[in-house]
């Protein structure tokens, strides 16, 4: 049984910073990406940031340059280190673990960000 705990969410102002943290846990093979989605009230989810066992990375359009997520492999965690946040940042964050091996997809139960002054 695989699963993922988040740690990190919370209320900041505009221009702040939070860092988000998923740790996954049980069968994991070592092949996999890690990686966030978010959804804002009313949105679809999307995917904000994903990393690869590899090291590569992707982001959406919307967080490049303020966004950086990282990972350690030995401790099969992911964090998400958001700066200059926005209003339009705040969401539900989900840590999301993709196992090739199963091809199979985990999900966090998020994290509540939320941006206001």
């Known amino acids: 049984q695989v699963q993922l705990e988040e740690s990190g969410g919370g209320l900041v102002q505009p221009g702040g910073s939070l860092r988000l943290s998923c740790e996954a846990s049980?069968?994991?093979?070592?092949?996999?990406?890690m990686g966030w989605y978010r959804q804002a009230p009313g949105k679809e989810r999307e995917s904000v940031a994903r990393?690869?066992?590899?090291?590569?990375?992707t982001y959406a359009e919307s967080v490049k340059g303020r966004f950086t997520i990282s990972r350690d492999n030995a401790k099969n965690n992911a964090n998400l280190q958001m700066n200059s946040l926005k209003v339009q940042d705040t969401a539900v964050y989900y840590c999301?673990?993709?196992?090739?091996?199963?091809?199979?997809?985990?999900w966090g139960q998020g994290t509540q960000v939320t941006v206001s002054s």
């Open positions: 999301w673990l993709w196992v090739q091996s199963v091809r199979t997809e985990y």
């Open positions: 990393i690869s066992s590899g090291g590569h990375t």
């Open positions: 049980g069968n994991i093979s070592r092949i996999n990406v």
